[in-house]
């Protein structure tokens, strides 16, 4: 087969695999788990199949005509470079490690079979807009995207914790995506073309009519998907899913669907100067607020939620200094080691029967318990800190290498220095460090919380099952050696070099190391205070699944707390090192309760009024006119009594007053 074949087989097979689960779900029970598994894996073959004749050479382009529109034509396009190649391999690993691990995960679960389904169409989607050069394509798989999160996230609708969470991740997103669209409006309306390198070409020769319109238009849509400030409020929400679930869409689909748009058309974005400060300055208020809400979080998968804010914000980052290479790079990176910590937290909260850290902090021997979760889960967060030799670190350090060079007016990715405001090479460069001590800090904050604490012995639920375990060793792989491999796949990355240099190594490494031993001291002097100051267990039955125990510590962890996101200890070092901000940070600097006065009140009291004038002015009218029909027919019926000498007198009386009024009027009128 050719590799356009190929590649037209990667989102396919997910596609049907989504709709015969959904059809063979209730009527053959015993296919569901082969149809999830099977052709997500044989995507996977095809994806490195592809990524392998592609070999980071020259894109392959390929379409033909959807469907003819009067104006600009929308065109089935596929177009294959190097960062397609290797995204497309991301969203098919982590899918796979997902469909197994859930397997699993979700074993008794009623619902696995739609759940299974959707998880397959959300892989499709996402890899239809990795692989599409049509923007108005790419927006199908962008949208199907969105519906799918609805319905995984609100997977355990059971609790009104997902219906919410569900609801609000639908609309924030949809609430970016309408200026999102009218941007891609505006790009045809430019370029006369939804074809991507049509666009790119339109842009390289100057026929780009309004930039900075069309890319902050765009940039909204990108916030709203990437979770970015301010439109980054539904991702912590988002974690009252499953735990598999979580892994996707922080991984390889939803969110980093922003970031790798953003990169396709980079260019657009490059033609405006202020869209790249824009783009930086969000991304470092993404970067440095995520960091300090993470420190704050008891939930542990929130606390990896607001991780994967803050590196969205990277990416968002080396974006803004035009370095799109350092940005997919940081991309793939992510995805791999972000996968990893979410499936291994759903096998620590099975095993401790809570999502609460500072219940956690008051167990002793978890980490002998989940010998697996716990190792995998070390390497994963030392590369999310950016320590080296793991992923983390060298994907971070491309971006600050990026960063600095833009700072110090060195030629870019763009290849010219000017074509990037150096104002945003600052403002990446000292947030991205900034961002490096948090990161590390929240890292050795949960890992010590999770795995060092003191008290009673930690349950024992037995062995957690082979599909769990396996998938966290195959993840380890990525989350280890590639950094080490990415340098040497520089065509793969618009052919240039993504390897540290001395003075960003040096600086990154070492404000990671002040943030994980600061963390440590802190622990170390507050941990005394957990003895006298004990907290209920936030457990779920031990004898439950996964998927059972993970929705119980959600659903219970306000009644027992107070609150989704905070718990009131004090052994906690969070809330040492942040002090008067841990309680802000915990509820994300109260944002939702901006938007709520801001917004969601406001459209309330519209709907109230709107409500009001239709019950009391609208529906007024319409009884009256009902009411007057009535009395009209009411007083007709009144004189048909059945008596003709009745009609007969009316008759004459009737004959009588209209021959007076006649005479009146003729006198009347000879008179004048």
Known sequence: MTTTTLAVLVPLLPFLAAAAGLLLGRTAPGFVRPLAVVPTLAALGLAVTVAVRQGGGPAIDAA??????????????LHLDGFAALTAVLVTLVASCVQIYSTAYLRDDPRYPSYAALVSLFTSAMLLVVYSGDLMVLLVGWEVMGICSYFLVGHYWETPQAR?????????????????????????????????????????????????????????????KSAQFPLHTWLPDAMAGPTPVSALIHAATMVAAGVYVVARLLPVFAASAAALIVLAVLAAITMVGSGVCALAQDDIKRVLAYSTIGQLGYMTGALAVGDRGAAVFHLLAHGAFKALLFLAAGVVIHAAGTNSLAAMSRMRGLARRIPDAYWTMTLALLALAAIPPFAGFFSKEAVLVAAEHTALGEPTALGEAAAVPAGAGWIVLVSGLLTAVLTAAYATRLWLLAFRGHGSEAPDHGRQPIAMNAVLWVLALPSLAFGLAAPLLPDWFDGHPLTPTTTTAVLGTGVALVGALVTYATWRHTTARAGRSPLGAVAAHPDAEPAVSEAEAVATHTPAYGDIAAAPDPADPGRLLLGPLHRPAAAGFHLDAVYTALFVRPVRAAASLVAFLDREVVETYVRGAGAGSRLLGWTVRRAQTGNVQTYLTVLLAGSTALAVAAVVLAHVNAGS
Do not use: C, Q, W, Y
């Not at 033909?64 to 396009?77: K, M, Y």
């Not at 941007?183 to 390198?197: C, E, P, Q, V, Y």
């Open 64 to 77: 033909t005509r959807l469907t003819p529109t009067g104006s600009v034509p929308v065109d089935l396009a």
């Open 164 to 224: 919410a969470a569900s609801l609000k991740a639908f609309l924030v997103t949809k609430l970016g995506d309408v200026p999102f669209l009218i941007g891609l409006f505006a790009l045809a309306a430019d370029t006369g073309t939804f074809r991507i390198t049509g666009i790119l070409e339109a842009v390289a020769d100057g026929r780009l009519d309004h930039p900075t319109i069309t890319a902050l238009l765009l940039l909204a849509g990108v916030a709203g």
